[in-house]
């Protein structure tokens, strides 16, 4: 079996291969989700991402009951300064640990950038 090119990051790890072949720079569009992984992002903050993998059903059972914020309807393009537009607005809503680093990474995560490096299998399906 030919083995896939895919992101630096994917590679070495199979729950990490895994998370990238088939959830990372997927667009979400459902709020709760979209939710529970901005809270993820923000508990990988000096954490490897491969700890949040592996205790990942330990935060989906701990926010399951956890209500996302209502969006405020802003459409405007995907950049650092959106992630920064976003960080401070998350913290005037009292948000902890919503830096534009963890939104810009919850930004590649959910789709909202695509940040797959050239020749990764993915940059074109996504």
Known sequence: MM????????????????????EWGVPVHDSRRLWEILMLEGMQAGLSWSIILKRREGFHAAFAGGAPVKGDGMNVPASTAVSEALSKALKGKGFKFVGPVIVYAWMQAVGMVNDHAAGCFRREAV
Not at 10 to 20: F, I, K, R
């Open 3 to 22: 083995e896939r090119t895919r992101c630096g990051w994917a590679n070495g790890d199979a729950l990490m291969a895994d998370y990238h072949d088939r």
